[in-house]
């Protein structure tokens, strides 16, 4: 027995004819032509995903009023509307999320731009990000710039053509000029900075506690007796690299200790750099008894060159770093950090995107700082201590 789709009557149902191929049937309660639907129509399963057009194929109806009525739109008829339900979900028809959020101009996607997945801190950020950007219906597209400026612009023109929401990027040590961004902040793309900001452009900005963390380092080994302390800066355009060296001077500044040009070293994050700062350090005559680094990788590698070289740690040299990793609590001995709270930062700057892009027209950037922790360890604890006050 075959039933009206629109009526759901079965005794006033007649054959009237075919049409291209398919049985054309009648209802004359309802004056409505619907055509049969075959019982294997709906069993079946189709090798691709279904759509409104399947849908409306097996009903005999229009692709726009299946749509319609998915849509709960008052024009479809109540028991039109139920009996497209049913079908739709007997073939496992599934919205094109994708598609409706592209007509609405959306594409519920993030864009995430840093400067090199392989660090743990970077790693730690993207996991944050991911976290919230899923809580909130998001997904995320990571990009690495590899220290590129070449690449971060690449990178951004790749996301904003993917139609990307809104985008989150931490600089290269490369990147000085930043019209590529500047071009689409003016074009309505919500932009989120982390870790590596910059002040040209407008933009709400998730940082560190850069000056404090470093000062909080530097104090702690003035704290311990050190009197000559040598710095592992980053590279000189780089912001964080500036805030964290001027977070060393200011603490030499506190208690009196002049700074010495000789035991600041500029490096690019390498191997390599590190090492020849340190080369440099004990060759001078007056060699420096505490190190401080703007990474934490950078003072691993130091550490392990020092015990090589049978130089004692902490009595002879101490050390700490900015940043915070397992290795560095499993090193022997192992150093002491200022904790960035990589995961939170990520997380923060997750949340303040998704905040921008829905209150696109009314949000105002400002700046987050995320606390840090001193985390106190075997590298910079003397023996003999000395405390300056």
């Known amino acids: 027995m075959i039933a009206c789709i629109q009526c759901g009557k079965v005794e006033d149902i007649v054959r009237s004819g075919f049409i291209r191929g398919r049985q054309r049937l009648y209802c004359k309660t309802c004056v409505k032509y619907f055509f049969e639907t075959p019982t294997n129509q709906l069993s079946n399963k189709k090798p691709h995903q279904t759509t409104i057009v399947d849908v409306a194929k097996v009903l005999g109806v229009s692709p726009s009023t299946v749509s319609r009525a998915l849509n709960n739109s008052s024009e479809i008829n109540e028991n039109t509307r139920q ?26 996607t993030i864009g995430v731009i840093i400067p090199d997945i392989q660090r743990p801190f970077f790693a730690g950020v993207v996991a944050g990000i991911q976290k919230i950007a899923s809580e909130a219906g998001y997904r995320v597209m990571i990009c690495q710039s590899n220290e590129s400026h070449y690449a971060e612009t690449l990178n951004v023109q790749a996301l904003v053509a993917s139609r990307v929401d809104g985008l989150l990027i931490s600089h290269t040590k490369e990147t000085n000029s930043f019209e590529h961004l500047k071009l689409q902040l003016k074009n309505g793309l919500p932009i989120v900075h982390f870790d590596r900001v910059c002040g040209e ?20 080994l003035i704290q311990q007796g050190c009197t000559r302390i040598a710095a592992c800066a980053g590279p ?32 690019n994050f390498r191997e390599a750099d590190s090492l ?14 505490g190190i401080f680094t703007l990474h934490y990788g950078n003072a691993i590698e130091m550490m392990v060159e020092l015990k090589q070289k049978g130089i004692k740690i902490p009595n002879e040299i101490a050390l700490v770093a900015f940043g915070d990793d397992l290795l560095a609590s499993l090193i022997e001995p192992s150093l002491t950090v200022f904790n960035q709270s990589a995961y939170t930062i990520g997380q923060e ?12 027209e009314t949000f105002i950037p400002y700046t987050k700082t995320i606390k840090g922790k001193l985390i106190i360890r075997q590298s910079s604890q003397k023996q003999a201590k000395c405390t300056i006050d």
């Open 83 to 108: 009996k497209i339900i049913k079908v739709a979900n007997e073939l496992d028809y599934r919205p094109n999320l994708l598609a409706q959020s592209l007509n609405r101009g959306e594409s519920h």
């Open 276 to 289: 020849i700062a340190l080369s440099r350090w004990l060759d001078l005559s007056h060699k420096p008894d």
């Open 349 to 360: 700057a997750a949340n303040i995107l998704i905040d921008n892009i829905i209150n696109k």
């Open 236 to 267: 000189k355009d780089l912001l964080i690299s500036e805030n964290r060296l001027n977070g060393y001077k200011a603490a030499l500044a506190k208690h009196g200790i002049p700074i010495d040009e000789e035991l600041i070293f500029h490096s």
């Open 201 to 220: 452009v407008d933009t709400a900005k998730v940082i560190q506690e850069d000056f404090s963390g470093s000062f909080a380092l530097v104090e702690h």
